[in-house]
């Protein structure tokens, strides 16, 4: 087992057959499937299960790509760390839409200008699904709202979020959470660490009778709360990149509302692209602070 054949597996995990798998590396078709029976009869198992139009992975094939992903990944970091060159390739990156709408702009600005030769792949989520793909490789970093417990992740606390209870300016006042009995919460799926917080300053005895609609847009979360649909809890950042925010702002206390958004990524596997980005996300939220303050 070599690069090359972990390369040529791969492409077939990721194209689903030994078609286009082919003309994506340039090969020939028979070079292709040459290479993954060879590669099959060397480690002794099946990597993909076969039907007429499409190849599947196997639990072993699973198994392999996360591994060949890791491999080719050290190999690119390798080549960079003797070669002196700049980050580039690929950057599979994930992000609350929350952190997408008001922070990641910045950030990925000041990325881009420094790194043109990194391609960034962004995907949008809650907390856990976020957190889970990273622990699953599926992506390399996210920024989340939670640092995870498990020690196979590192975390780099980087924004501070200060979450706010909205609701309709027809509502009553909202200082207890007395004072939101009977109305509906609007919040992402499950999974979402903003929602567990405000779960947390209900508590236990409303949770059982509240009515929750589960959107997935802060736009039309705070639209249905304008209306007087329900209340949701936003961070305030998000609130000034929305136009036209028609609703009452009420604080929690700190404990509640105080939050950090960290980034995340796997232990002792960080790419060149993503110290480069850790190194930006740094930058940019130093300045973020300094804005604060003045």
């Not at 299960?49 to 198994?63: A, F, K, Q, V, Y």
């Not at 992506?139 to 309709?168: K, N």
């Not at 509240?210 to 959107?215: A, F, P, S, T, W």
């Amino acid at each position: 087992m070599d690069l090359a054949d972990l390369q040529i597996f791969r492409a077939v995990a990721q194209e689903g057959g030994i078609v286009r798998a082919a003309r994506k590396l340039h090969r020939v078709q028979s070079n292709v499937t040459t290479r993954i029976k060879q590669l099959e009869a060397s480690i002794g198992v099946q990597l993909f299960h076969r039907d007429r139009r499409r190849l599947h992975l196997s639990p072993n094939g699973e198994l392999l790509l996360a591994y060949a992903e890791r491999l080719m990944q050290l190999s690119e970091e390798a080549r960079n760390a003797v070669s002196g060159a700049r980050p580039q390739g690929l950057l599979r990156l994930g992000a609350l839409e929350s952190t997408t709408a008001s922070r990641l702009p910045a950030v990925l600005a000041a990325f881009h200008r420094a790194y043109p030769d990194v391609r960034v792949e962004l995907m949008t989520g809650t907390n856990d699904a976020l957190t889970a793909a990273v622990a699953s490789r599926r992506l390399e970093a996210a920024f989340v709202a939670e640092a995870p417990g498990d020690r196979a992740l590192a975390a780099l606390p980087l924004f501070r979020e200060r979450l706010l209870l909205i609701a309709a300016h027809s509502h009553r006042p909202i200082e207890r959470a007395q004072d939101v009995d009977g109305d509906s919460i609007i919040a992402f799926p499950n999974g979402c660490a903003y929602r567990r917080v405000l779960q947390r300053w209900l508590g236990d005895r409303r949770l059982a009778c509240v009515r929750v609609l589960e959107l997935a847009s802060y736009h039309a979360i705070v639209a249905c709360v304008a209306s007087g649909t329900g209340i949701a809890l936003v961070p305030e950042s998000v609130l000034d990149t929305v136009r036209h925010a028609e609703v009452a702002r009420y604080a929690l206390p700190k404990v509640h509302s105080h939050v950090h958004t960290p980034l995340i990524w796997r232990t002792h596997e960080p790419s060149a692209a993503l110290v480069a980005l850790r190194e930006v996300a740094t930058q940019v939220a130093r300045g973020a602070a300094r804005g604060r303050s003045a």
